[in-house]
T-cell receptor, first 112, second 112 residues
């Protein structure tokens, strides 16, 4: 079973829309999670960290459901600049402490 | 800001050549990582290092080796480059435990 699974999309939404991505993870011991965004042909950059049940930063809300082992990212009032690939990333535990496990990402395109 | 610098943005090498990809970080991070990223496959971990002179195999170490002689520098070596190693290579570093994970801007390697 893969460490993390995401719906690859693509999600195509108009400006101003609300869009949500889900991500499931397999390691129940994972305590920390991150959402990264990656623009085309660029490196991934940290968008949000999730340590407890959730986190909110402006238009972005991340929620964690430990019982079901999934994390979600909600983007409200989508902007053209939100077009990117979003990567859900649990932090490794135990022997893999410090290692991040990257999903394949969910592609978002926001159109005018 | 943490800076992770990769020595080359674009590189073209011939089959059979020995290739060195260099990565330097300036924030005294303990952990360093090498990934490759290919369309549809996401980020795949090649090797990582938790300390100077220490290395651990990632998911796809075959055909690669690494060197970490100094804390700030982590080198990826392709002993005999092959065309299937044409890819985007991304270096990352983080504090012990995985926090502060930051990527370099990547090296796009083409093996002809």
């Amino acid at each position: 079973r893969k460490e993390v699974e995401q719906d690859p999309g693509p999600f195509n939404v108009p400006e101003g829309a609300t869009v949500a991505f889900n991500c499931t993870y397999s390691n129940s011991a994972s305590q920390s999670f991150f959402w990264y965004r990656q623009d085309c042909r660029k490196e991934p950059k940290l968008l949000m960290s999730v340590y407890s049940s959730g986190n909110e930063d402006g238009r972005f809300t991340a929620q964690l459901n430990r019982a079901s082992q999934y994390i979600s990212l909600l983007i409200r009032d989508s902007k053209l600049s939100d077009s990117a690939t979003y990567l859900c990333v649990p932090l490794g535990r135990g022997s893999t402490l410090g290692r991040l496990y990257f999903g394949r990402g969910t592609q978002l395109t926001v159109w005018p | 800001d943490v800076k992770v610098t990769q020595s080359s943005r674009y590189l073209v090498k011939r089959t059979g050549e020995k290739v060195f990809l260099e990565c330097v970080q300036d924030m005294d991070h303990e952990n360093m990582f090498w990934y490759r990223q290919d369309p549809g496959l996401g980020l795949r971990l090649i090797y990582f290092s938790y300390d100077v002179k220490m290395k651990e195999k990632g998911d796809i170490p075959e055909g690669y080796s690494v060197s970490r002689e100094k804390k700030e520098r982590f080198s990826l070596i392709l002993e005999s480059a092959s065309t299937n190693q044409t890819s985007m290579y991304l270096c990352a570093s983080s504090f012990e435990g995985g926090y502060g994970y930051t990527f370099g801007s990547g090296t796009r390697l083409t093996v002809v």
